[in-house]
């Protein structure tokens, strides 16, 4: 075992009693089970399959492990781009520090269940969310540590056809160095209806282990759009799976923005339960100096009827690497499935590394399933051509890279998101161009 | 839906056609001690009058075979194979030896005649040179003499071990290594036999070159070695055909291809594999656990595989090459098609290490009844690859709902100037195509066969015109007896 899991599973015996609804005896009992669970195989390696491009176990070598401190003192909001992103847009505010909730300044939704994860346990719409298997089983061990572990995080209810008038911004603010393993659990009854945004960014700490599993469960023709930007200092090391189960005719709309931490894996499950339902998981990514980035995803078409669509964009400069793991299962009997799946990346420069690996498991034969795969540099005849009319060869660079992330905004469905994203995308390219400079 | 159980009815009926490779050959034959251990490798060496090296050769990849353990990560299922219930060497029993065609026990060229080998010299205008391997040994080699007045050697393995051995200690195993994967090194100890070319540099072989392997005895596993050498600026196109008698047990095949291409040559392998697939009930067939592996090693070097698999209870083959030349090319055709309970794990690998190095993978799997068929694949680009191009395309087609198609690529690059596309759909045959056919007259199974053909037509193209026919023929009768 290695000293970084050697960490947790002390942090547990030690931990135990304290942690959030403790006294609930089928929590513990969960709790136990998912810390011996992972005490047996340890943090995931390169030898393992589904890791085979991201070593965790040694990326946690680096990173601080022990609990984050409670943090004390007052949190400002930093004035970071990937907060502001979102800041045209009328909405609730919640800002969680090392995973605890700030009710003091946050602006909660009122007329529904918005609480802290440790007020929800105790609810039965949140045991049956904590209890969701990962289908996956080499992915499952790491959601059994932030099981064992896991004590801050959003508990989010909302009741047959509520709409939630307007988007809810999660921002979780790293303010010390540490580890924090924390859950957000999002339930929409039937017909439900909900936009929830995401900021990850650090408030003082530098090192640190950010381990979030989210578990969304929709009802029928409940609808649920996710957006989230990932801006972690560059210290970190970020882990965030979230898993997805989908009603009949729900509507499940993901997107993740990766541009910060040492290296980040983003894990998502989508597993689709009644028939005609849609989900769009998609994502950009933009790295730069030795980051690394992991988008895996495994969308499990179990039900007939189902359409899924998945586009992952990436740009990787300086030696950075990124990684593209997807897969599409379609079930026996699951006919009529639609299932696409793209990835594509840019390399910027000479020590850029990208690994894909999109996957198809077919077990239906009256199915529209497709991937595809593309690795290339910046198109040199289009260089040419816009320099050749007068445009400098960085703000050529910038129009393609831009053009080309552009696309997986595209999927967004939401104008003013949209616009944020793309102007953060245009921060990191100056930000490159500055360095160049 | 009518025509699809309409299709599924007519074509049931023809699946009533059986393997008709499924017969065996009464003949006597010499075998090696049931089992393995190193005395069964020092019999089959001292059969093959060896010389020492090629023993030591053997015994080091034996002992290193010990020590690994088999493969799982293919998605194929079978039961743990027992490595001594099988005989390691079978060989026809012959007197002395032979001289022309003449002398080849008749009741062998009946099998060949039966299997539709062209190895009578009077059908010479078939223009083929054969080397047909019954199951451990190489039988006959025809037009040998031909060959040699343009320096071409196309001779059994065991020959060459005796005649060249300088060609073949200096490539034999510098491709696929004694270590390089639990079936590569079963067969690197317990190999009886083979094909080895040599083509001389700038020679282009006048004829095709074929192999036709057939495992014929019971219980035996069949571990052929094929060495493919093309000196600089040479070409080759090589024809490889496999079958196998019925038999309710499995049978192991593990059979190592090794290709070397020096600077300007080019070498085109094609396989029709249709070993034994097992019954309606997958009882019986081939395990077809293959290692086959080209090396680019010199600039503007070319190599081409192209596979035709519809044999084989199950397929675990990834002929790959390794583009070590600046300017060479790698290309991968196949059509893999699996029906009753069939399971084909197939693909192959591109390691781009030279510059301006190329690739192309065309891959049509067609899944039927319940069986399962994987494309596994690797593109793979290195550092110090310039310019790297690949096209990967992977199409999956279904028929009848229990079948199942896997896609697993694997997609690496370390150099900004690659430009890699991967594409990969799957599908069922389309209704509308159906109809328009039988509107037309035309029965529907031929018409599932017509669309199937076109469906692998970019691969069936890339096939010798003596293969064309037969793999096209071959396609349709294994789908026939699936469709749904």
Request: hydrophobic content about 40%; aromatic content about 8%.
């Amino acid at each position: 075992m290695t000293d970084a899991a050697k960490t947790f599973v002390e942090t547990y015996e030690r931990e135990r009693g304290s942690l959030p609804a403790s006294g609930l005896v089928w929590l513990s009992a969960r709790r136990d089970a998912a810390m011996k669970e992972f005490a047996a195989s340890g943090l995931p390696h390169r030898r393992l399959e589904d890791w085979r491009y991201t070593d965790l176990a040694r990326a946690l070598e680096k990173a601080s492990v022990v609990s984050a401190p409670l943090h004390k003192g007052d949190v400002a909001l930093p004035d970071a781009t990937a907060i502001n992103v979102f800041g045209a847009v009328d909405r609730h505010v919640v800002v969680f520090v090392n995973g605890v909730m700030q009710t003091k300044i946050s602006d909660l939704p009122s007329g529904v269940t918005v609480v802290s994860l440790s007020d929800a346990l105790s609810a039965d719409w949140a045991k049956t969310l904590v209890e969701t298997r990962v289908s996956d089983a080499q992915a499952a061990n790491v959601t059994a540590l932030n099981l064992a572990l896991m004590r801050g995080g959003l508990a989010l209810h909302l009741a047959k056809g509520v709409k939630l008038d307007k988007p809810l911004h999660l921002i979780h603010l790293a303010g010390d160095d540490g580890a924090s393993h924390r859950r957000n659990l999002v339930r929409l009854d039937d017909g439900a209806e909900a936009v929830i945004y995401e900021s990850y960014v650090s408030a003082g700490a530098t090192n640190y282990f950010d381990d979030v599993v989210t578990n969304v469960s929709l009802g029928a023709e409940a609808r649920l759009t996710h957006i989230k930007v990932q801006d972690e200092a560059a210290g970190a090391v970020h882990l965030a799976t979230l898993t997805a189960a989908l009603a009949a005719k729900s509507y499940f709309s993901s997107f993740t923005m990766t541009l910060g931490s040492a290296l980040s894996r983003n894990q998502t499950f989508v597993r689709f339960d009644g028939e005609g339902a849609q989900a769009h998981v998609n994502g950009a990514t933009a790295l730069r100096g030795r980051q690394h980035g992991d988008q895996f995803c495994i969308v499990d078409h179990a039900v007939p009827s189902c359409t899924s669509a998945t586009l992952y964009r990436t740009v990787l400069d300086d030696a950075s690497t990124g990684v593209f793991q997807g897969k599409v299962i379609v079930r026996p009997y699951a006919q009529k499935t639609d299932g696409r799946q793209m990835s594509n990346a840019l390399l910027l420069s000479r020590d850029a590394a990208m690994n894909a690996k999109p996957e198809l498991e077919i077990y239906a034969d009256d199915v529209q399933c497709a991937h595809g795969s593309t690795i290339g540099e910046l198109n040199r005849e289009a260089l040419f051509y816009l320099r050749s009319r007068g445009i400098d060869e960085q703000s050529a660079r910038q129009l393609l890279i831009s053009a080309f992330l552009d696309e997986a905004f595209e999927t967004v469905p939401d104008d003013a998101a949209r616009e944020g994203l793309r102007a953060l995308a245009a921060d990191w390219f100056r930000l490159a161009l500055k360095e160049d400079a | 839906m009518v025509a699809v159980r309409e299709t599924v009815e007519t074509v049931d009926k023809v699946a009533g056609e059986k393997y008709k490779y499924g017969f065996t050959t009464d003949i006597e034959s010499e075998r090696a001690p049931i089992g393995l251990s190193e005395d069964t490798i020092r019999y089959i060496s001292a059969k093959k009058e060896e010389p020492q090296w090629m023993l030591d050769w053997r015994l080091e990849a034996y002992r290193r075979w010990l020590t690994m353990e088999e493969p799982a990560w293919a998605k194929v299922e079978y039961p743990p194979i027992d490595f001594q219930s099988a005989y390691y060497y079978s060989a026809p029993k012959q007197k002395a030896k032979l001289d022309s065609l003449d002398q080849v026990d008749p009741k062998l060229l009946e099998t060949y005649k039966k299997l539709g080998i062209p190895l009578l010299e009077q059908q010479m205008l078939a223009g083929v040179a054969v080397d047909a391997v019954f199951d451990s040994v190489s039988v006959v080699t025809t037009f040998k003499e031909k060959l040699r007045e343009v320096g071409v050697i196309f001779c059994p393995f065991s020959e060459a071990v005796r005649e060249h051995p300088e060609l073949v200690q200096k490539y034999l195993g510098t491709v696929v290594p004694t270590t390089d994967n639990y079936y590569a090194t079963l067969n690197s100890a317990v190999f009886s036999d083979g094909s080895f070319v040599y083509i001389p540099p700038g020679v282009r072989c006048p004829m095709e070159l074929s192999t036709y392997f057939r495992i014929n005895e019971a219980q035996t596993g069949q571990f052929e070695r094929t060495l493919i050498i093309a000196d600089k600026g040479s070409y080759v196109s090589y024809l490889e055909g496999c079958t196998a008698p019925q038999r309710d047990e499995n049978q192991l095949h593990a059979a190592v291809v090794e290709l070397i291409a020096h600077d300007d040559a080019e070498i085109k392998y094609s396989t029709v594999q249709n070993w034994f697939p097992g019954d309606e009930n997958g009882k019986g067939g081939i395990y077809n656990f293959v290692t086959k592996r080209g090396d680019c090693r010199g600039d503007r070097s070319k190599i081409s595989w192209t596979q035709v698999e519809t044999g084989s209870a199950v397929t675990w083959k990834y002929p790959s090459c390794i583009l070590r030349g600046d300017d060479s090319r790698g290309e991968f055709y196949s059509i893999a098609i699996s029906n009753h309970y069939q399971q084909v794990d197939s693909g192959t690998k591109m390691i781009h290490l030279g510059k301006n190095t190329s690739s192309r993978i065309i891959s049509k799997g067609i899944a039927a009844g319940k069986s399962s068929n994987t494309y596994r694949g690797l593109v793979s680009v290195h550092k110090k690859a310039e310019g790297v191009r690949n096209f990967t395309q992977c199409d999956s087609l279904l028929i009848g709902d229990q079948s199942s198609a896997h896609t697993v690529p694997y997609i690496e690059a370390k150099n900004p100037t690659a430009i890699l596309e991967h594409e990969a759909t799957t599908s069922k045959i389309s209704e509308d195509q159906l109809f328009y056919c039988m509107q037309r007259g035309v029965p529907a199974e031929e018409a599932v066969a017509l669309i199937v053909n076109g469906f692998c037509r970019d691969v069936l193209q890339q096939l010798p015109m003596e293969f064309a026919v037969e793999a096209q023929k071959l396609v349709a009768i294994s789908l026939e007896g699936s469709v749904g």
